[in-house]
């Protein structure tokens, strides 16, 4: 019985020390890279900046504190969890300079990892399948009034997709003198890309509603992984 004893409060302590020891966080950045003049970089944001054709282009990183600033919980976050984040994500702003409207789509874009993979931008209509929007009916009984009132109750995947819906870029029509901005999002590179490419394709030029030209936006970031024990 003594000996029992003895090996449960070895067994207690090496369960509370495994427990409580430290964990480890991934910290990732993505640095802009200007491969030539055409490119400027802020170094206070990190943004990168690219204009052709009178239409300017600029990406941000957005990392794990970026993106949690994007919802008031973590639990209705769509980009992260609260140990994890789920996609590579940037903050695009494209400004139309030109005299006409020109026409793009998130969908379209890429992501090169250079080990052989290859990431699509996903659209809206992407986190609508993955956070279908739900919710549930209730009714509360009021005895002053004597009657049921309908309730509705929504559920974390509804927030989700909501907080998606606002804060992703719309693809479309951006007309002359028009800034669009929002999330671009991709399936989460690999760690073990040292250097990306992404490419916003097939941006279709206008003038007097006659497609004139179609140009890619092309940009290259090095990635940079840390973990850290906590």
Known sequence: MKQFMQFSIIAIICTSLFACGPSIK?????????EY??????????????TKEDIKMTLIYQDADKLESYSKS???????????????????????KRDDRIIWEPGKCVILDGIGN??????????????PSTS?????????FDEYTPRTAYTEEYYKRKTAEETMIKGGDVYSAVKSKG??????????ASQISLIIPAVVL???????NKIDFKFKFSQEVRLIRQ
């Open 26 to 34: 991934t910290i990732v950045k993505m640095r802009p890279i200007a």
């Open 206 to 212: 206008y003038k007097d509603n006659q497609i004139v």
């Open 74 to 96: 973590i639990s209705i976050n769509p980009y992260m969890t609260e140990n994890k984040v789920l996609f590579t994500v940037f903050l695009l702003t494209i400004e139309n």
């Open 118 to 131: 290859q990431f699509n931008g996903f659209t809206i209509d992407s986190f609508k399948n993955m956070y």
């Open 183 to 192: 999330l671009l999002v991709f399936e989460k590179v690999s760690r073990e």
């Open 37 to 50: 003049d055409d490119y400027s970089v802020s170094e206070k944001d990190q943004a990168i900046t690219l």
């Open 136 to 144: 549930a009916q209730y009714y509360t009984y009021s005895p002053i």
